[in-house]
């Protein structure tokens, strides 16, 4: 698929205009996002939005399960699993990658001060 399966880093956001051209796609129908999504789920990968949209303007939030400081993502997209309807904007994405971001800082100073 993308070299993003084997990203060293927790979480990625990308747009998913760069997502369908990396996978050499000429749009993204309804099933080529059933295909990606179930290949990175497949992968240990999870993404947000749950339902990732067709519009290339939009961006998708990818993770590793199980990863530290992913927790709050795994509980968010059971929230939106729950809500089923309801989408998630760019905005919250944003919100939330800031938010991992600043829990992976905390889990490392965390460590560093256990060392």
Known sequence: ???LMSLPLPTIRLSLHSLRL?????????????????????RGKR?????IPRDQSRHILIWTAGQP????????????????????????LELLEATIRLAERAAMEEEEEAA
């Open 1 to 3: 698929m993308l070299e």
């Open 22 to 42: 990396n996978l050499g796609h000429q749009r993204l129908g309804s099933r080529v996002v059933e295909d990606i999504s179930r290949e990175l789920h497949e």
């Open 47 to 51: 993404h947000l939005p749950a339902r």
């Open 69 to 92: 400081g992913t927790e709050i993502l795994d509980l968010t997209l059971r929230l939106d699993a729950a809500a089923a309807g309801s989408e998630l904007t760019d905005a919250d």
